[in-house]
DNA sequence: GCCGAATGTTCTACCATATAACATTTCCGC
DNA sequence: GCGGAAATGTTATATGGTAGAACATTCGGC
């Protein structure tokens, strides 16, 4: 910081900075509605106290019962180095374990404990009522259909 | 961790875990989608050493200059306490300069340096070309527009 | 049998976000 | 005017997600 005279304000309106140069970028939108969506999320998933990795993690293991590790976290592109602390919270509070595979004494199985198959059901549960809450934001699901080609269009290699 | 006995392996497909359960999810592909588009931002902007954030924040000071923190930090969406750091940095780099206002004792007016106008001017190239690619990615400009539109509805209240 | 690859793990680093607390300064109602 | 509420910048701390490098163990192909 420093205190040399500053030059005249040009801006157009002083409290309202335009946002004009990057509010139609793509990538900032695309930003913008990530981070929205996710709050929402948090606020329903308040109670059942899952962040959006730590359910898709168990959405993937309920569906892909036996999964190794490194499968379920490149299904969900997470290194296998960082699914470690995410796949041990899960292992700490009951709702997965992880047994050793019978041909392969490297890897390990990946299932929902009975905990966990509760939990994985009640999570789907809000996940339906959010999920329906985001296509009525959209307006309908004819609206969502399109924005999942085209969020696919930029998924794409 | 533990090893007991496991249970038997039920899946359709023992290398490839099904992702369907989250891949239809607006909100999982949302992330996926911007962690696409950061992931090619980045790779543009290696050589100017910019994040997105730093990007945006050089854009709305040379929209706005003399633009209190506050009001860049509120139109980007970022908490004051963390546009500190931010700022910052861009400070150390020789791209910006915060003077004192005039009128307010606390308010920090923000500028570009001219170091910061050429640097600002040379992301505005990169990003133009990036933001070109993103929507050949879209097939065409009208797919853009969709797309804006529908993560409009997605981010307001 | 050997060597490369896969697997899980640890460590470290970076970016972004959130909340709380604080000192200074301004603003507004009375 | 004065006093309390609000704004501003700042610090500190915690969380979540990502990335890369290195390592020991284990598997598999040749």
Excluded: W
């Amino acid at each position: 910081m420093d205190d040399r005279p500053s030059p005249p304000d040009t801006r157009p309106h002083r409290n309202r900075p335009d946002a004009g140069p990057v509010s139609g970028i793509v990538g900032y939108r695309l930003r913008r509605a990530q981070m929205a969506v996710f709050q929402r999320f948090a606020t329903h998933f308040a109670e059942l106290a899952l962040t959006p990795a730590e359910f898709s993690v168990l959405a993937l293991i309920e569906a892909n019962p036996g999964s190794k590790q490194s499968e379920i976290a490149a299904a969900l592109g997470i290194k296998r180095a960082n699914f470690v602390a995410l796949i041990r919270g899960l292992d700490a509070r009951g709702l997965t374990e992880r047994h050793q595979t019978a041909g392969d004494r490297r890897a390990n199985a990946l299932f929902l404990t009975a905990e966990g198959r509760q939990v994985a059901a009640r999570a789907n549960a809000v996940q339906a009522t959010f999920e329906a809450e985001c296509v009525a934001r959209l307006g309908g699901a004819a609206a969502r259909d399109q924005l999942m080609d085209l969020l696919a269009r930029l998924i794409g290699p």
